[in-house]
Structures are given as C-alpha cells and as structure tokens.
C-alpha cells in the first residue's frame, strides 16, 4: 500500500490515505504512457497547412522555349516548382493527425500515471480548499504551503466555480475534475493535488471516477 499525506491549508500533516497499486494496475507502464502522451499531442495539432502544387498555380502550361539549340538550361512551363512563382513539388494537404486509443487503453494508462506520482512521492491531498469568492492569492498561498507551487494539477470531485477562478490566473497550477483528467493531465505537471472528496471518488472507482460504474 501506498501513503497519500493529507495536509491542510497551512501545509501541515494532519493525516494519511491508502493507495493499492493493484487497483491501479500493479506497476507503471511505460510503454503505454508513451503512446497515450504521443495520441493526445498528435490529435491537438490543426493539421490545417496547405501549399500549392504546380497544378494549382496560375499560369500557362506551354513550354517557356524550345529544349535545345539555345544554350540555356532547358525548362519546362513557368509553373515547374523550381521557378519562382512556381508550385511545390510535394506539396501540404490538409490532414487529421489524430490517433485513437481505445478506451481501456487511456483509463490504464491515466491511473499507471497516477500511481507513478503516488511512488514518486508528488500525490498529496489537500483538506480545507473551500471559498466563499475567489481568491487567487490565497490559493497560492496554499499550494506554496503544500510545496506544489511549482506545478500542480488539481483535481476536484465536483465543479467550483470559486475555486477555478482562484486557480486559472495561477501560471504554474490547473484545475479539472477528477472524472475528466487524462495521463497527459498528470504527466504534464510536476505534482498531483487530490482534495478528499475527489481522491475518495477516484479509490471508489478508479476506472470512471466520479461516475456510474456503466459510463
């Protein structure tokens, strides 16, 4: 078993949770964190880049001169690509670079990430993180607190308007519910950050975490 520390707001130990790696595959796959990091980046890109083939270039198709007898190069109409002006000899296409991980795939590989921050020591849960407005500096005064200032992803079981609104100005901290991150979510910054409502979601149901065990 795995020890969570639970600190409260002042970055004090005030307790302790349980992880068993079993439920969270047993060992950290590698591997598939390779492949769920290179999906997730390959299908944020636009794919929208475009040139011009020299079919698609403007211009006449007749020969600019005869090919021999007049002691320049010879060369073919004024769209060949190796003319200014002219169209490119391989030229973009618009393309979906996108690829798909089956579903199992990404929830293995979301919890092998997050076994991977409880061994590494950069899990922690954080009692007390309720506001009645925003407030950004006080938000930050906790993750300093806790020693997660320098990366953080914070997951909450539920939404919080008040909370997102303390955490979005925060250059070096996201939030997203527990339900929704993904292993690039937890890979991308330094230290994982439960509150006790959402690591009990995720130890209920570590497949689908805040939801029915069918979704």
């Known amino acids: 078993m795995i020890e969570i520390p639970v600190l409260d707001t002042n ?21 598939l964190l390779k492949q769920a990091v290179v999906a997730y980046r390959a299908s944020r890109r636009q794919g929208t880049a475009a040139t011009k083939s020299r ?28 003319r200014v002006g002219g169209g490119h000899a391989f030229h973009k296409v618009p393309r979906d670079f996108s690829k798909g991980l089956p579903r199992q795939m990404r929830r ?10 409880a061994l590494s020591g950069t899990a922690v849960i954080v009692r007390g993180m309720q506001f009645d407005q925003p407030r950004t500096a006080t938000m930050a005064k906790i993750l300093k607190a806790a020693k997660v200032d320098r990366g953080a992803l914070l997951t909450v079981a539920a939404a919080d ?15 997203k519910l527990v339900s929704e991150i ?26 689908t975490p805040g939801k029915s065990a069918e979704a």
Do not use: C
């Open 182 to 207: 993904s292993a690039y979510d937890v890979l991308r910054w330094r230290s994982l950050v439960f509150t006790p409502e959402a690591f009990q979601a995720l130890i209920a149901n570590p497949e």
């Open 55 to 82: 079919a698609m270039v403007h211009g006449s198709s007749r020969k600019l001169y005869r090919q021999k007898g007049t002691g320049r190069a010879r060369a073919g109409n004024v769209r060949t690509p190796v």
């Open 108 to 117: 293995l590989a979301r919890n092998s990430a997050i076994l991977a921050k």
């Open 11 to 31: 970055g004090e130990k005030v307790g302790s949770e349980k992880l068993d790696p079993a439920v969270f595959g047993g060992r950290v796959r590698y591997d």
């Open 161 to 175: 308007a008040n909370m997102l609104k303390s955490v979005r100005n925060i250059s070096t901290a996201e939030m």
